[in-house]
Protein backbone atom coordinates (compact mmCIF):
# COMPACT_ATOMS: atom_id res chain seq x y z
CA UNK A 1 0.00 0.00 0.00
CA UNK A 2 1.10 3.35 -1.14
CA UNK A 3 1.53 6.10 1.86
CA UNK A 4 2.19 9.80 0.67
CA UNK A 5 2.53 12.50 3.45
CA UNK A 6 2.72 16.16 2.08
CA UNK A 7 4.53 18.99 4.38
CA UNK A 8 5.72 22.20 3.79
CA UNK A 9 2.50 24.47 3.25
CA UNK A 10 2.18 27.59 5.26
CA UNK A 11 1.07 31.55 4.49
CA UNK A 12 3.44 33.73 2.72
CA UNK A 13 3.31 37.09 0.75
CA UNK A 14 3.01 37.12 -2.88
CA UNK A 15 6.11 36.92 -4.50
CA UNK A 16 7.44 34.66 -1.90
CA UNK A 17 8.52 30.94 -1.99
CA UNK A 18 7.96 27.94 -0.65
CA UNK A 19 8.90 24.08 -0.75
CA UNK A 20 6.49 20.89 -0.70
CA UNK A 21 7.34 17.99 0.41
CA UNK A 22 5.84 14.36 -0.47
CA UNK A 23 7.61 11.40 1.49
CA UNK A 24 6.33 8.36 -0.21
CA UNK A 25 6.42 4.40 1.31
CA UNK A 26 4.93 1.55 0.53
CA UNK A 27 6.47 0.06 -2.81
CA UNK A 28 9.53 1.00 -4.94
CA UNK A 29 8.32 3.78 -7.65
CA UNK A 30 10.04 2.61 -10.50
CA UNK A 31 7.25 3.43 -13.72
CA UNK A 32 4.95 5.52 -11.16
CA UNK A 33 4.11 9.16 -11.92
CA UNK A 34 4.40 11.53 -9.12
CA UNK A 35 2.56 14.54 -9.61
CA UNK A 36 1.09 17.61 -7.75
CA UNK A 37 -2.87 18.58 -7.87
CA UNK A 38 -4.55 21.92 -5.81
CA UNK A 39 -7.53 22.84 -5.05
CA UNK A 40 -9.00 26.08 -4.38
CA UNK A 41 -12.09 26.66 -2.18
CA UNK A 42 -15.27 27.01 -4.56
CA UNK A 43 -12.93 25.43 -7.81
CA UNK A 44 -12.08 21.77 -9.01
CA UNK A 45 -9.02 20.05 -7.94
CA UNK A 46 -6.58 20.87 -10.92
CA UNK A 47 -3.06 19.58 -11.96
CA UNK A 48 -0.06 21.51 -11.01
CA UNK A 49 3.11 19.19 -12.11
CA UNK A 50 4.18 15.83 -12.57
CA UNK A 51 6.96 13.78 -12.94
CA UNK A 52 7.86 10.33 -14.17
CA UNK A 53 9.77 8.72 -11.28
CA UNK A 54 11.97 6.43 -13.43
CA UNK A 55 12.92 9.13 -16.26
CA UNK A 56 12.53 12.11 -14.12
CA UNK A 57 10.57 13.84 -17.14
CA UNK A 58 8.51 16.26 -16.26
CA UNK A 59 5.06 18.24 -17.07
CA UNK A 60 3.58 21.63 -15.86
CA UNK A 61 0.04 23.45 -15.90
CA UNK A 62 0.42 26.05 -17.83
CA UNK A 63 -0.36 28.55 -15.00
CA UNK A 64 2.88 27.57 -12.94
CA UNK A 65 5.52 26.99 -15.86
CA UNK A 66 8.68 29.02 -15.02
CA UNK A 67 7.86 29.46 -11.27
CA UNK A 68 7.63 25.73 -10.16
CA UNK A 69 9.54 23.19 -10.38
CA UNK A 70 9.06 19.73 -9.51
CA UNK A 71 11.90 17.58 -8.56
CA UNK A 72 12.29 13.65 -6.85
CA UNK A 73 14.98 12.42 -4.19
CA UNK A 74 15.63 8.38 -5.42
CA UNK A 75 17.29 7.82 -1.94
CA UNK A 76 14.35 9.73 0.12
CA UNK A 77 11.53 8.41 -1.97
CA UNK A 78 10.44 12.45 -1.67
CA UNK A 79 9.03 14.30 -4.35
CA UNK A 80 9.02 18.29 -3.98
CA UNK A 81 7.46 20.87 -5.17
CA UNK A 82 9.52 24.60 -5.24
CA UNK A 83 7.36 26.81 -6.16
CA UNK A 84 8.98 30.60 -6.79
CA UNK A 85 7.01 34.18 -7.03
CA UNK A 86 3.82 32.71 -5.30
CA UNK A 87 -0.02 34.86 -6.52
CA UNK A 88 -2.37 35.39 -4.50
CA UNK A 89 -4.45 32.49 -6.97
CA UNK A 90 -2.24 29.94 -5.60
CA UNK A 91 -3.59 29.75 -2.19
CA UNK A 92 -5.26 26.26 -2.62
CA UNK A 93 -4.82 22.83 -0.79
CA UNK A 94 -1.89 20.93 -2.39
CA UNK A 95 -2.46 17.00 -2.81
CA UNK A 96 0.62 14.75 -3.85
CA UNK A 97 -0.73 12.02 -5.72
CA UNK A 98 0.78 8.78 -7.48
CA UNK A 99 0.00 6.59 -9.72
CA UNK A 100 1.80 3.25 -11.57
CA UNK A 101 2.19 2.58 -15.61
CA UNK A 102 2.98 5.95 -16.51
CA UNK A 103 6.13 6.27 -19.46
CA UNK A 104 4.92 9.55 -20.98
CA UNK A 105 4.83 12.67 -19.69
CA UNK A 106 1.25 13.14 -21.17
CA UNK A 107 -0.40 11.06 -18.54
CA UNK A 108 0.72 12.79 -16.09
CA UNK A 109 -2.41 15.20 -16.45
CA UNK A 110 -5.41 12.49 -15.81
CA UNK A 111 -6.41 13.04 -12.71
CA UNK A 112 -8.78 9.79 -12.63
CA UNK A 113 -6.07 7.65 -12.94
CA UNK A 114 -4.47 8.39 -9.78
CA UNK A 115 -4.56 5.40 -7.04
CA UNK A 116 -2.96 7.21 -4.20
CA UNK A 117 -3.45 10.69 -2.48
CA UNK A 118 -1.85 12.40 0.55
CA UNK A 119 -3.70 14.05 2.89
CA UNK A 120 -3.01 17.37 1.31
CA UNK A 121 -0.86 20.76 2.58
CA UNK A 122 -2.65 24.04 2.56
CA UNK A 123 -0.39 27.02 0.58
CA UNK A 124 -2.59 30.82 1.93
CA UNK A 125 -0.68 33.57 -0.50
CA UNK A 126 -1.22 37.04 1.24
CA UNK A 127 -1.78 40.67 -1.25
Known amino acids: QVHLVESGGGLVQAGGSLRLSCAASGRTFSGYGMSWFRQAPGKEREFVAGIIWSSGRTNYADSVKGRFTISRDNAKNTVYLQMNSLKPEDTAQYYC????????????????????WGQGTQVTVST
Open 97 to 116: AARGGVYYSSSLYDEQKYNY
